[in-house]
């Protein structure tokens, strides 16, 4: 569960939580931490060695939801990603995507991979960066993620101040 649960989709929203993250402090080293609601303990975000990651929409939880009304809410969930990608490919130009898949059955090598994948965070990542409107360099990604068919969809920022590779966890 995250901080989002319940919210609707708010484009406007997440976009402005991913352009106001890239001026977020990024920790240089150190353990990597996940931070919560302080009465819920709802997921807000996690920070690691050059990375901060947090969720921008949740959707509600998939339990007994089959056939078109799950395919139903897995269209609902890509278009908010479509619409988010879209609107930050207008502000700072075409994306490239890292895909997440054959290259995480091992153990990623290298954060923010890891976290990524420990989070259940495996969809692929539109990246921009570095991005023209960030203080330094900093490198933005966002991803749907699902954890299983029944938990919540849930799209994702990553800022980091390091490239992200296209082969990920290298």
């Not at 150190?30 to 609601?37: L, R, S, V, W």
Request: hydrophobic content about 40%.
């Amino acid at each position: 569960m995250t901080a989002r649960t319940g919210e609707p989709f708010d484009m406007d929203q997440a976009v402005s939580a991913v352009e106001a993250a890239l001026s977020a402090s990024l920790p240089g080293s150190g353990p990597t931490a996940d931070e919560g609601e302080p009465d819920t303990g709802a997921w807000t975000s996690t920070r690691g060695e050059g990375f901060l990651l947090f969720p921008l929409w949740e959707s509600a939880a998939l339990t007994g939801v089959y056939g078109r009304e799950w395919n139903d809410a897995e269209a609902t969930a890509e278009a908010h990603l479509a619409t988010v990608v879209r609107e930050l490919d207008h502000r700072w130009g075409p994306h490239r995507t890292v895909t997440m898949g054959p290259a995480l059955l091992g153990h990623p090598a290298s954060e923010p991979f890891r976290t990524l994948v420990a989070k259940d965070c495996n969809g692929d990542l539109a990246v921009w960066g570095p991005v023209p409107a960030a203080p330094g360099a900093r490198w933005a990604a966002v991803s749907l993620n699902q954890s299983d068919g029944d938990a919540p969809m849930i799209l994702t920022a990553l800022i980091t101040d390091r490239p992200l590779p296209d082969v990920p966890g290298l």
